[in-house]
């Protein structure tokens, strides 16, 4: 492979800002979802494959929920309002939320008392079970997979961080002055039905100064540094953050949190302090599901991905690395990995390798688990005999 | 004298089976032909990863990438070398095999040098992680076909179905012989703990190594066969579900048991192929179905967690248990038969069988975890205690 040349001449650092930017938006996405799966590990020890499938789920949900607001295909409802949106999103945690909880109570239950391999493997195949039992009975949805009047909010927001070469500012304004007089003469000529010719070469004039305007607008626009913004991912940024903040004080500062905690640190004492151990099992499979379920709407609405019953295996897949990049089980650790991967995604598509962005994920895990064995934030404890 | 009569006489005794297999397996048309092959490389990549997982204990789902490696090293070498070597039929195949089986045998030490510091579900990302790598570096590297696949040369297809039988046997009898011999013992004292086992003197390191260069090097070479059979490999041939399904056929077998390994891997690559066939199923007989084996399971759970009286009768209950839900199943079918809307959905036989084969892999691992074998394995005096007779047990039982 010629590394070398290839490599640095592909990066733009105008665009850097941008790429560090579109690398948290999917990071957020991925932290999301890394979420589910440290805090079932950190309670059970399980690594739970179902958790991608919980996420395809709730985008689904958010479909038919689309669907019984009247935003089917050819619907001819206007644009809707905030108000829908957060239907979809309730509808999306809870229905992910009673999945999760039910997988827990009818899979992985009976298998506490069994080796972590067989638990292991219940989970692989209530994941394949959803996957191929849902695509018997579930649509596939082509893009944009939820129609896209639900989402209100389709402008871009754009930031101007340094201002573009005022020497071309200065040229693209008097381009503008010279397309706008042309523009005027054509139009005036056309109006008084003056010869052909005349007004053919008016027009040529026109587009000439047409061309050099927006020649010298995209060059203005390369010079500057800006961040263009989906106003939808800046709602889903924003929401992350919300959900996260939310998470960090329940785990915190509230009893169950202690309580999840104190399992988490060691599962056979905390039973012996009078912690009902199965209800916080419970509730922590509740609370990882039903942010899979935010994510995988607000994925579903704002990002219009196809839908397919196999929608989460490669989120699923990415956000697990993700968990164990922070340190799985730690949750500090599982947003901290989520960011890193996002940023690690944009950075290798940056670069121009698109076409290795599956493999980047592992290949950052692989070089941290080598330095850090226990992931970046967790412990890398030797087991004691 | 006995001793090497023995060996001898088993030895020829393979041959001979698999020769006899090839035989037969040409008489069926070209569908059972196949089947036959894939069995035995199924059987191969289970065994093979039994002896990282099962016998000493690595957990690693990334086996076939070390398939996929040794199918890539095989026919790449194939095409570009192996014209020039004047070898013929199975001295060529043979050639070809080893490469295969060293190439993934190096890959699997590149994998095991730096996870050793790894353990449990930090070591099965690596691995898992490793596959995908590899995966996506041959879907973008010309020179292996990249996504489009790489072809073997016409002449160097070779449907041997005796030699992939042959390096199934070839692959049980090394891990049979590791595990009867003293140099098992240090694989095993590493699952069952690794910091006691390296106080008393066992190199770890070289034992977690050694585990993975042996079952990739036989995953490798049954990948050179399969490259060499079909004759054309594309990366879509080894998907992440495939590590998946060689876990399961070593857990579903019973971890550690060769004999259980080999017996899930022929099974559970068979389950899917013949469920392939199956005619369209109605609603109706689906829907019962799912409740009759909810119940049955259910039932069965309870029996085998609060019944704890004689043998006979709890397998008799057993028994009743599935019987009823067979009954169940009938009735249900013909009630739900009014219901039009269940009546006249049909589901095609080839969407259900991925969920069959899940729903079989729960059911089953709800029902005994350990595995169907769970750590036995398969002897005469098993056989002769099972008819009755009183056979002193064994000093060492794996």
């Given at each position: 492979m010629d590394l070398g040349v290839s490599l640095w001449a592909a990066f733009e650092l105008s665009t850097l800002p941008q790429q560090v930017v579109n690398g948290l938006l999917l990071g957020a996405?991925?932290?999301?979802?890394?979420?589910g799966y440290t805090m079932v590990y950190g309670v059970l020890r399980l690594i739970n494959f179902a958790h991608g499938e919980v996420f395809m789920l709730g985008a689904y949900t958010a479909l038919f929920a689309s669907w019984f607001l009247g935003y089917g295909k050819g619907s001819s409802l206007e644009t809707s309002g905030p108000l829908n949106l957060m239907i979809l999103l309730i509808a999306s945690m809870c229905v992910c939320g009673i999945v999760g909880v039910a997988i827990e109570r009818f899979a992985y239950r009976p298998m506490r008392s069994q080796p972590r391999i067989a638990a292991l493997i219940t989970a692989i195949g209530v994941s394949l079970l959803i996957q191929y039992g849902g695509a018997l009975v579930l649509p596939i949805a082509p893009p944009p997979s939820i129609n896209e009047k639900v989402n209100p909010y389709r402008g871009v927001v754009t930031m101007n961080l340094v201002g573009g070469d005022p020497q071309l500012l200065e040229g693209y304004e008097k381009a503008k002055i010279e397309f706008e007089t042309t523009e005027k003469a054509w139009t005036e000529a056309r109006a008084s039905k003056q010869p052909d010719d005349v007004v053919r070469a008016l027009r040529d004039k026109k587009n000439d100064a047409d061309r050099t305007m927006g020649d010298l607008q995209r060059r203005m626009d390369n010079s500057g540094v800006k961040i263009r913004i989906p106003q939808g991912q800046l709602i889903m940024f924003g929401t992350t953050i919300v959900l996260m903040i939310m998470l960090t004080y329940?785990?915190?500062?509230?009893?169950?949190?202690?309580?999840?905690?104190?399992?988490?640190?060691?599962f056979?004492?905390?039973?012996?302090?009078?912690?009902?151990?199965?209800?916080?099992?419970?509730?922590?499979?509740?609370?990882?599901?039903?942010?899979?379920?935010?994510?995988?709407?607000?994925?579903?609405?704002?990002?219009?991905?196809?839908?397919?019953?196999?929608?989460?295996?490669?989120?699923?897949?990415?956000?697990?690395?993700?968990?164990?990049?922070?340190?799985i089980g730690n949750i500090p650790g599982a947003v901290l990995g989520g960011f890193l991967m996002g940023i690690a995604e944009t950075a290798v598509i940056w670069a121009g390798?698109?076409?290795?962005?599956?493999?980047?994920?592992?290949?950052?895990?692989?070089?941290?688990?080598?330095?850090?064995?226990g992931g970046l934030l967790g412990s890398a404890k030797v087991e004691k005999v | 004298m006995k001793f090497f009569a023995v060996r001898a006489g088993s030895i020829a005794l393979a041959v001979a089976a698999c020769f006899a297999l090839q035989s037969f397996a040409i008489g069926k048309g070209d569908l059972v032909f196949r089947l036959v092959f894939l069995a035995g490389l199924y059987v191969t990549l289970a065994v093979s990863l039994n002896l990282i997982n099962g016998i000493t204990g690595q957990f690693s789902i990334g086996h076939a990438a070390f398939y996929m490696v040794g199918a890539y090293g095989a026919g790449y070498t194939a095409n570009n070398y192996a014209g020039s070597w004047g070898l013929k039929g199975p001295l060529l195949m043979l050639v070809l095999l080893l490469i295969g089986a060293v190439v993934a045998a190096v890959a699997g030490l590149v994998v095991g040098l730096p996870s050793l510091r790894l353990r449990g579900d930090y070591l099965a990302v690596?691995?898992?992680?490793?596959?995908?790598?590899?995966?996506?570096?041959?879907?973008?590297?010309?020179?292996?076909?990249?996504?489009?696949?790489?072809?073997?040369?016409a002449q160097f297809k070779f449907k041997y179905v005796w030699m992939v039988w042959l390096l199934a046997i070839l692959c049980i009898a090394v891990c049979r012989n590791l595990l009867k011999t003293a140099h098992g013992l240090p694989f095993l004292a590493v699952r069952e703990d690794e910091i006691a086992s390296s106080a008393m003197g066992v190199n770890v390191t070289r034992v977690k190594v050694t585990a993975f260069v042996i079952g990739s090097a036989f995953a490798g070479a049954a990948g050179a066969m399969l490259a060499n059979f079909d004759g054309f490999i594309s990366p879509t041939s080894f998907p992440m579900e495939l590590s998946f399904t060689i876990l399961t056929m070593v857990v579903l077998g019973g971890t550690g048991s060769i004999t259980g390994s080999a017996l899930a891997g022929g099974v559970l690559f068979y389950i899917p192929e013949y469920l392939r066939d199956l005619k369209p199923v109605s609603g109706s007989s689906l829907v019962a179905a799912v409740i009759?084996?909810?119940?049955?399971?259910?039932?069965?759970k309870r029996i085998a967690d609060h019944y704890h009286g004689d043998k006979g009768k709890r397998a008799a209950l057993y028994l009743g248990t599935i019987i009823a839900g067979v009954v169940l199943q009938i009735i249900l079918a013909a009630v739900f038969k009014n219901v039009p809307s269940?009546?006249?959905?049909?589901?095609?036989?080839?969407?259900?069988?991925?969920?069959?084969?899940?729903?079989?892999?729960?059911?089953?691992?709800?029902?005994?975890?350990?595995?169907?074998?769970?750590?036995?394995?398969?002897?005469?005096?098993?056989?002769?205690?099972?008819?009755?007779?009183?056979?002193?047990?064994?000093?060492?039982?794996?």
């Open positions: 996405i991925y932290a999301l979802i890394a979420l329940l785990v915190m500062f509230t009893a169950v949190g202690r309580a999840m905690r104190a399992v988490s640190h060691d056979d004492s905390a039973s012996l302090m009078g912690i009902n151990v199965g209800k916080i099992v419970t509730i922590t499979f509740l609370i990882g599901s039903m942010l899979a379920g935010a994510g995988a709407m607000m994925n579903a609405t704002f990002l219009g991905t196809p839908l397919t019953t196999f929608f989460g295996v490669m989120p699923g897949v990415k956000a697990f690395v993700a968990a164990v990049l922070g340190g390798y698109g076409q290795y962005k599956d493999a980047i994920a592992f290949i950052v895990l692989i070089v941290v688990l080598l330095f850090r064995p | 690596v691995t898992l992680g490793f596959g995908e790598i590899i995966r996506i570096f041959v879907q973008n590297s010309p020179p292996l076909g990249g996504a489009y696949g790489l072809t073997v040369d009759a084996v909810i119940a049955a399971v259910y039932v069965v269940l009546a006249n959905a049909n589901f095609e036989a080839s969407k259900l069988r991925m969920v069959i084969f899940s729903s079989t892999l729960i059911i089953l691992m709800l029902l005994r975890p350990q595995g169907v074998f769970a750590h036995h394995e398969f002897s005469w005096s098993w056989i002769q205690r099972l008819l009755g007779k009183k056979v002193p047990t064994t000093a060492v039982s794996v």
